[in-house]
């Protein structure tokens, strides 16, 4: 259970970094000295691409584990052989 709920947290705090950091890219893409450096929107829109694909996994993540916060005997009638759809 505390193992999880660490889990979770962590999940979630990486999140966190992985938006502001996204929120930073747009901003850096929008300014006029960046805007005009292909070199640098490229190397930017290829973190950003990253940090999406990351997002994606984290926000899977989190989810299940939300889900078994929620439903914490979820895991446990699986374990024990119960059919998914019996639940």
Not at 5 to 15: D, F, V
Not at 21 to 42: F, G
Not at 69 to 83: I, L, N
Request: net charge negative; aromatic share 6%; charged share 35%.
């Amino acid at each position: 259970q505390r193992k999880r709920e660490n889990e979770l947290k962590k999940c979630e705090e990486s999140i966190e970094q992985l938006e502001r950091r996204n929120t930073e890219i747009d901003l850096l893409m929008a300014s006029p000295e960046v805007c005009t450096d292909a070199a640098r929107l490229q190397e930017l829109s290829k973190e950003r691409g990253a940090n999406d694909a990351k997002l994606s996994v984290l926000y899977e993540k989190w989810e299940l584990l939300s889900e078994y916060e929620q439903f914490p005997f979820y895991g446990s009638a699986q374990q024990a052989g119960c059919p998914v759809s019996l639940l």
